[in-house]
């Protein structure tokens, strides 16, 4: 009884072909379900600053509140609900929701001022530089799997030093720094971010829109703080 070799070394290529061909597939449909969820995220979020701007006052006079409910959410709520599929997909729209209603009495002050256009165009100036990053990290060939510690250190740093800014220093020459390290921190974090989606590093699709999101959010707000102060006279 003789083997052919030959079909065996067929049948087994053809067996890592359907692997590979069935791993691509699963890859392209998980990162189709994130951008699914990240763009259900912005329209959560505006949909929470929609319905609060008028009461924008009240969302001033809550913004403490507001920030630890987004933390708490982040390092507790989705870690809470990642068992339970239902649960996390709505811990994510409670906390995009919750974003958008942050962001009142920012779009209220530029409002205000006669700057509500500015909020457009941040938006569209956000969505390109958030498409052509996300773009360029999954066609790269470079690996920026080490940028993740630098990069969440530095986003600590940022965030401790406008707190600071805003409860001491109140320095806007500090503020438009912070605001340009945070825009270029977080350009960073959405190649950082879309590789690691791309690379299958993140078990549920919950968690991959809210890392996107998060990098689209804090590049939106850094633009829209950096355009409302470069209109300044």
């Given amino acids: 009884m003789s083997i052919d070799f030959n079909k065996r070394r067929d049948n087994t290529t053809a067996i890592n072909s359907n692997v590979y061909v069935r791993d691509e597939s699963a890859s392209v449909a998980f990162m189709k379900q994130t951008y699914q969820l990240l763009a259900l995220s912005m329209v959560t979020a505006a949909l929470g600053a929609y319905l609060t701007m008028p009461f924008a006052e009240a969302v001033q006079g809550m913004k403490w509140i507001i ?3 987004e933390l708490a959410i982040l390092f507790f709520g989705f870690n809470m609900t990642r068992s339970n599929k239902t649960a996390h997909m709505t811990m994510l729209f409670v906390f995009t929701f919750i974003t958008g209603v942050s962001l009142v009495p920012l779009f209220a002050m530029l409002i205000g001022a006669g700057k509500g256009a500015l909020i457009g165009n941040a938006f569209l100036m956000t969505s390109v530089l958030f498409g052509s990053l996300s773009m360029f ?12 510690k630098p990069l969440f250190i530095t986003a600590i740093t940022v965030i401790i030093l406008s707190v600071l800014n805003v409860l001491i220093f109140n320095s806007p020459i500090l503020h438009v720094i912070i605001s340009a390290v945070v825009l270029l921190v977080f350009a960073l974090f959405t190649i950082y971010d879309t590789q690691n989606i791309a690379n299958g590093a993140y078990d549920s699709p919950v968690d991959a829109a809210v890392s996107l999101y998060l990098d689209f959010l804090n590049m939106f707000i850094a633009l829209l703080q950096l355009l409302g102060i470069m209109s300044d006279d």
Avoid at 137 to 148: L, M, R, Y
């Fill in 67 to 69: 920030f630890g409910a």
């Fill in 137 to 148: 990290a999954i066609n790269s060939t470079q690996d920026f799997s080490s940028w993740g």
